[in-house]
């Protein structure tokens, strides 16, 4: 069984630039998860997918970062304007549904921000 | 809110010795999970152990068991046998059972050290 893809693995951008990370999560999972995970830090929650329904974006920040899951398969997180701080890796999840269910991680994209 | 801690940034331990990692967390729910995951150098967050809050009965896989204390919001990761692939960070994570939004809320994760 194929895992969590993501691309690009790394990136590397200038502030104020914008940049967008994708992932493919594992087939029939039907609930999607998006983590920044800060150098130093576990994983934070940005949002949280069901099929391409949003059930909790609240730590999102939704001025520069927006995320959508069309057809409720692949995803894309995308960040407009970068800032310093938001240099971290962002992790892709997903699990066959929500509850009980296993997450599985992808391996990831690093992104520096200039 | 829920949080998770993490009060040892680093653990080390000889090969074939046990160690234990500690996590606290905090919560007003009575029915979630636990978590330990593990993560090497290459980055890709792989689940160890699992233990849900209703069984009383501490969860175990192979060299990797738990010690689960309810009251005490207390949630330990004992590794017998240590053995150099275990070196990585570990995080504790917890995970609401209510229905819908359960993303995992993470500690702030130990460097696990091996010498051989």
């Known amino acids: 069984e194929a895992g969590v893809a993501q691309s690009p693995r790394y990136k590397i951008i200038e502030k104020r630039q914008s940049v967008a990370f994708w992932c493919n999560p594992i087939?029939?999972?039907?609930?999607l998860y998006w983590y920044q995970q800060i150098l130093g830090q576990g994983p934070k929650l940005l949002i949280q997918?069901?099929?391409?329904?949003?059930?909790?974006d609240s730590q999102l920040p939704k001025d520069r970062f927006s995320a959508e899951r069309l057809k409720g398969v692949d995803s894309t997180l995308k960040i407009q304007p970068a800032k310093l701080e938001d240099s971290a890796v962002y992790l892709c999840?997903?699990?066959?549904?929500?509850?009980?269910?296993?997450?599985?991680f992808g391996p990831g994209t690093r992104l520096t921000v200039t | 809110a829920q949080t998770v801690t993490q009060s040892q940034p680093e653990m080390s331990v000889q090969e074939a010795e046990t160690v234990t990692l500690s996590c606290t967390y905090d919560?007003?729910?009575?029915?979630?999970?636990l978590f330990w995951y593990k993560q090497p150098p290459s980055r890709q967050m792989i689940l160890v152990i699992r233990?849900?809050?209703?069984?009383?009965q501490n969860a175990t896989e192979n060299r990797f068991s738990v010690n689960f204390q309810k009251a005490a919001k207390s949630f330990s990761l004992k590794i017998s046998d240590s053995q150099l692939g275990d070196a990585a960070m570990y995080f504790c994570?917890?995970?609401?059972?209510?229905?819908?939004?359960?993303?995992?809320?993470f500690g702030k994760g130990t460097h696990l050290i091996i010498q051989p």
């Open positions: 997918f069901q099929n391409n329904g949003v059930v909790d």
């Open positions: 087939s029939g999972h039907a609930t």
């Open positions: 919560t007003s729910e009575s029915d979630y999970y």
């Open positions: 999840a997903s699990s066959l549904d929500w509850g009980y269910y296993e997450q599985y």
């Open positions: 233990q849900e809050a209703y069984k009383q």
């Open positions: 994570a917890y995970r609401s059972a209510r229905g819908g939004a359960d993303g995992l809320t």
